[in-house]
């Protein structure tokens, strides 16, 4: 008797059959991601009683919402020397939670525009508020170390990187090993260390989001050094790279590169945001659908308009209308409309 149950248990040990259970397979989740945020001149409204209510229903409606946030959340320090500087108190930070955004991107050419004294109050605000913030880090890992979070036993991980930085401030303003600052795609180095980052994650993560922060403002289709970007990170295990910066939208899709299809948007355009101009209050909100098994399933873009400095969903004609011209910008960004698509020549 005794070596047949040892027989039964030496075949189930040889089917695999060790006693531990699988891991249960990830679930699709959503993901949302929005374009610039700061909280200057008119956007200020967003601070207020229901400044942000118009949009709350669709930054909410998904499992993590991410937006860019361009201003450093500060009351202290001096300002840097530059055309533009952008502060917020750490209320804008509440503001944003409070509508349904889950995670702070801020690694971009105004979050440190107050310096380090701002650098340490806005990771102070960010927690004190309960938003995770990533690209801005005490050091170089903690600025490219991924928000992580399991929804659904779906395992996502969202990096976030700038290519836009004042050449005088660069070097002061790029996280190193001994000093705190922000994580840097400007160089050769800053990249390999983003897309190291990111083909790294493939172990341990279902799902891989990148947003950037990169382009050339109010330019309509995107750079060669985006496309290059894009291209490797999607080779590397991206899933989705969605950039931000140019203040007018860019168009989004499918891009193959290597032996892997992600999706990319090379720009949301501005979210919260002081914009007037036609094009610069062109604004929405990307659902990214993401199975967990590589890819993007699903990709919807809600429009939204600009008005006294804070996003409204459109609605009827001005949502078609709006759509057609999002989808009318991914010829010259040469995506394809469908992961097993053709990309078209602009």
Known sequence: MRSGVLAVVALLLLAGCSGEPEAPAPQPITVNVAGD?????SSAAALGPGGLEAV???????????????TAITDRGDPAGKKYTFRAPAS???????????VAAMANNHSLDYGRTGLQDTLAAGK????????????????????????????????????????SLATAWTATAEKPGLASVQTDSGRARLVAAVKAERGRSDSIVVVL??????????????RRIARELVAAGADAVVGSHAHIQLGQGFLTAGDRTGFVDYGLGNFVFYAERRGTVDSGVLKLTLPGTGGVSAAAWTPATIRSGVPVPLTGDEAAEALQEKDSL?????LAATSGGQARKG
């Open 37 to 41: 945020v700061h909280f200057a001149g």
């Open 56 to 70: 709350a229903g669709v930054l909410g409606d998904a499992d993590v919402t991410v937006v860019n946030v361009e």
């Open 92 to 102: 804008g930070l509440g503001a944003l939670k409070a509508v349904g955004v889950d």
């Open 128 to 167: 004190a508020q309960g938003l995770p913030i990533i690209g801005l880090g005490t050091d170089v890992g903690a600025a490219f170390a991924p928000y992580r979070t399991t929804v659904r036993d779906n395992r996502l991980a969202v990096f976030d990187a700038t290519q836009v930085l004042d050449t």
């Open 213 to 226: 922060h990169y382009g050339r403002e109010l330019a309509g289709c995107p750079t060669d050094d985006q």
């Open 330 to 334: 991914r010829a010259c960004a040469e």
